[in-house]
């Protein structure tokens, strides 16, 4: 895996005259950056290749009464089951209720029809998600306004790594569910257990396109705070150059970070 920060050809560029011509006051900055690259490169090594894992064939084949039925967005069986006194809150493998497993399989009106009857929208399955993040991280939007206008909660602390769903949708650059989530009042400054941000997510895990982009505009544009440093000291401003991501260093000089 390449570095993120590709400070290895820059120390050896710099000849003894020019390393001691450096600014005393630089110096500090790029030993923390340094650091910073061990630092980030570690906590990446520990991030799983999908963030989440969606019911298997097995899995699927194994449910039964409420999953079942919220699996195949059967809102009449639904309906029928939660009057025969079914738990509507029952848990399968993995933890999973019903709402989780509707919202893997984007059965909405499953949804609606589980949260009718008392249905818990925020409960955590056994990695931590809740409906919002698992539709977050699928980046589907539709399922996610859905739960969002239920009463689903854009605030809880989620998965394994404690983030957020705003957290987990900077990371993929999923601008148009940040846009949703921000407007549902996600916490903006969230530091998950790997000192990020999802100012900082956006850009350490992101590749600078497009996507990435719009959620970093989304961010600023929501007043998150661009000072927030990772665990070495480094703010997005110094992680972004550190990238190369010309176009989102700009919008963060824009909006005053450094």
Not at 238 to 251: C, I, N, P, W, Y
Request: hydrophobic share 40%; aromatic share 4%; glycine share 8%.
């Amino acid at each position: 895996m390449n570095s993120f920060f590709k400070l290895a050809p820059l120390r050896r560029s710099l000849r003894p005259p020019l390393r001691r011509s450096l600014r005393p006051s630089l110096r500090p900055s790029l030993r923390r950056l340094a650091a910073g690259s061990t630092c980030l490169l570690a906590c990446l090594s520990t991030l799983p290749g999908t963030a989440q894992v969606r019911p298997g064939p097995s899995e699927v084949a194994a449910f039964q009464g409420l999953h079942a039925a919220a699996q195949q967005g059967d809102t009449g069986k639904i309906v029928k089951l939660l009057a025969d006194k079914a738990d509507v809150n029952a848990r399968a493998s993995n933890g999973r209720t019903p709402v989780h497993v509707a919202t893997f399989a984007r059965q909405r009106e499953a949804i609606k029809a589980l949260a009718q009857g008392g249905g818990d929208l925020n409960l955590l399955e056994n990695d931590r998600y809740d409906g919002v993040t698992i539709a977050s991280v699928a980046d589907d939007e539709d399922t996610l306004r859905t739960l969002l206008s239920l009463g689903a909660s854009a605030k809880q602390t989620t998965s394994r790594y404690d983030g957020t769903a705003l957290i987990a949708a900077a990371h993929l650059g999923h601008d148009g569910v940040v846009r949703q989530l921000i407007k549902a009042g996600a916490p903006l400054d969230h530091v998950n257990n790997l000192h990020w941000t999802a100012v900082i997510e956006s850009i350490v895990l992101g590749d600078g396109g497009p996507r990435h982009q719009a959620t970093l505009k989304a961010l600023i544009d929501a007043k998150a705070n661009l000072q927030l440093t990772d665990r070495s000291g480094a703010t997005p401003l110094q992680l972004a150059k550190s990238r190369g991501f010309a176009q989102m260093v700009k919008m963060l000089e824009v909006a005053g970070a450094r």
